[in-house]
């Protein structure tokens, strides 16, 4: 729209200048025929006030009007008048490249149709420009109302947005910690089934099956049930926990009945002693072998049996007593040898 305006106007200042120079041009022609009047009417007085050879120029003074038999006076001014008229013509012949005063009049005349046509067109063109603008100002006008109501609906959907993400951020601390705590619970769960199978296996010695309330109990060295066999080996291989620590728990209940009737402390001292003699059998040296005495078969009455069994108790004891005793020398000894070899030292 500014550049149209530009042009618009850039165009009515050419017609103008134009138009002024077609109407110098046209007074130039006009004051270059006035002139050619004037000297052909001059030319006709000279001839006619010079009878006798006689020139009468120097009577003619400023302001004085030149008088000839034709009735023809032209003052000063006048001939300054059509000496600018002159000119002015001569200006537009040149402009115009015209020497016809009708072809230049036609020129003139066409310019003013051409003006006439540009002030329509400067017209229609205000007009335009005045929707134009009340159409930009209703378009600022909207646009304004969209940034407004477009800011608010961001900063609505940038809060809904943070909102969400606090959200999946707690979230996902969430899940980490349940995840954490899954790791923890089959860490734990590994353990549990670990210990629970080491229980099983340390009670495997004692086999046992429960249908509806019916407890069956069998020791090594007797003959299994197949059915019995068959359940207990499908709930191992199920590893199913539950059913794994009922059969365990079972099992210790029914060992711990049966152990009602055995003496315990008499039964830890014999594991110590046994112990205890298999600690001294590896330490003992190799040239050191203990005599075992054959077994003789008594025929004659249970009493007499006991009492061999008590003598020959007597002596096991005796010669453990011996053995603890050549051991503490041992051991001595060897601690007299290493401080003399200290002070050696």
Do not use: W
């Amino acid at each position: 729209m500014k550049f149209q305006e530009e042009h618009t106007t850039n165009e009515r200042r050419r017609r103008e200048i134009e138009l002024a120079n077609m109407k110098r041009i046209a007074e130039g022609k006009k004051l270059a025929v006035d002139r050619s009047d004037y000297q052909q009417g001059r030319e006709s007085l000279s001839s006619a006030n010079v009878p006798s050879g006689s020139v009468q120029g120097d009577s003619i003074g400023t302001g004085e009007r030149i008088s000839g038999t034709g009735g023809i006076s032209i003052t000063e001014e006048q001939q300054m008048k059509i000496s600018k008229y002159e000119e002015s013509f001569k200006t537009i012949k040149e402009v115009t490249g015209l020497s016809d005063l009708d072809q230049i009049v036609k020129r003139f005349e066409s310019q003013g149709e051409t003006l006439r046509n540009l002030n329509e067109l400067k017209d229609k063109a205000e007009e335009q420009c005045q929707k134009l603008r009340k159409q930009r100002d209703q378009l600022q006008q909207e646009f304004e109302e969209l940034k407004y109501s477009g800011e608010t609906e961001i900063e609505s959907t940038n809060q809904v947005i943070k909102q969400h993400q606090n959200e999946a951020q707690i979230e996902s601390e969430r899940r980490i910690k349940c995840y954490q705590n899954l790791e923890n619970a089959n860490h734990l769960l590994i353990q549990c089934k670990t210990g629970v199978d080491h229980i099983y296996d340390k009670l495997s010695f004692l086999n046992m099956h429960i249908t509806k309330g019916i407890e069956h109990f069998h020791k090594d060295g007797e003959e299994k049930d197949e059915e019995l066999v068959v359940d207990e080996q499908n709930i191992i291989d199920n590893s199913d926990i539950p059913e794994i620590l009922k059969i365990c728990n079972n099992k210790l209940d029914e060992l711990m009945s049966s152990l009602n009737d055995v003496n315990i402390e008499e039964q830890l001292n014999l594991i110590e002693q046994e112990e205890f003699y298999t600690k001294l059998d590896s330490k003992l040296p190799e040239n050191n072998i203990r005599i075992q005495f054959p077994k003789v078969k008594n025929e004659g009455n249970p009493d007499d049996d006991d009492g061999g069994a008590d003598d020959n108790e007597v002596l096991t004891r005796a010669a453990l007593k011996k053995q603890a005793q050549q051991m503490v020398e041992m051991r001595n000894k060897k601690r007299q040898t290493r401080k003399k070899k200290r002070r050696v030292r």
